[in-house]
């Protein structure tokens, strides 16, 4: 599939890691995945695609800090450093916002996003788990903060509202709850394809309902829900509109091989396949 040399190249990277029976096995059924998975702009087309057509000046500051930090690791530890001193860093943090760092080794999943959480592939996919990491980190911070600001301007800036736009943007951006907690990361990222992204549909429909309707929205459900509603709007419109016309055609129909997912469910969700290329 990859080419002997590729190959060869990812054998003698391996043969260097620490030898760990149960690390090695899930490495190696995840290994195939995440190689697949490895493009540079993996989370602005996955995990990303959510907040596009409604934060579009935070995708083009995170889609910069993720050109610049692909092929520099230098370049990712400033990132992180920058991250760090974010003037809505601390209220960030303890709202529970998820920030990764584009510079750490990867390493567990409650930790690191979840495609790079396969320690034997650090060597052969470094730049793609920086740009993974280094996009997300930075959509989520901007995202947070000019929702964060918007309750500052109402005064409406408490712990429990700054904790449902945290847990907001985690979901929007892809991030969702793990009911069973992280030490059954390895387990969850072995056997599912993508566990937090595929909790994170579910997750944004639980925390529109909080907007509306929940106690921690109270006193700023207007604006949250007008938020998290404009939102969905925006991917509604840019992309399941076009897909749902294509469906009702007749190449959308299954002829060819040409099908749209729409399961909330799937991690293909919104996506056109095309035989087996999606």
């Not at 903060?145 to 409406?156: V, Y």
């Not at 599912?192 to 700023?220: H, K, Q």
């Not at 002829?255 to 729409?262: A, I, L, P, T, Y």
């Amino acid at each position: 599939l990859f080419g002997e040399d590729f190959t060869d190249a990812i054998i003698a990277q391996v043969a260097k890691q620490p030898i760990d029976i149960r690390r090695a096995a899930t490495g190696a059924l995840t290994m195939q995945r995440q190689l697949q998975t490895a493009d540079l702009a993996s989370a602005l087309g996955r995990q990303g695609r959510y907040l596009l057509a409604t934060r579009p000046q935070e995708a083009v500051t995170a889609a910069k800090d993720m050109a610049n930090v692909a092929f520099s690791e230098e370049s990712a530890r400033l990132l992180d450093r920058e991250l760090a001193l974010h003037p809505f860093r601390d209220l960030a943090d303890n709202a529970g916002l998820h920030i990764p760092d584009a510079s750490r080794r990867m390493g567990r999943l409650a930790q690191d996003e979840e495609l790079f959480t396969n320690t034997m592939l650090g060597p052969v996919v470094g730049p793609s788990r920086r740009t993974y990491n280094g996009f997300l980190a930075s959509y989520r911070m901007e995202t947070f903060e000019t929702l964060a600001t918007g309750l500052i301007k109402r005064g409406k800036d408490t712990d429990a509202n700054l904790k449902l736009v945290a847990d907001y943007v985690n979901a929007a951006s892809g991030r969702g709850r793990l009911p069973v907690g992280s030490k059954l990361d390895s387990l969850l990222t072995t056997v599912f394809y993508a566990p937090r992204l595929t909790t994170s549909r579910p997750d944004l429909l639980v925390l529109m309902g909080e907007a509306l309707a929940g106690p921690r929205a109270a006193g700023a459900r207007a604006f949250l829900a007008r938020e998290m509603g404009k939102d969905f709007a925006g991917y509604f419109g840019t992309q399941m509109v076009p897909l749902t016309l294509l469906k009702a055609s007749r190449l959308g129909a299954g002829n060819d091989g040409v099908s749209v997912e729409f399961d909330p469910r799937s991690t293909d969700v919104g996506k056109i396949k095309i035989g087996d290329t999606r």
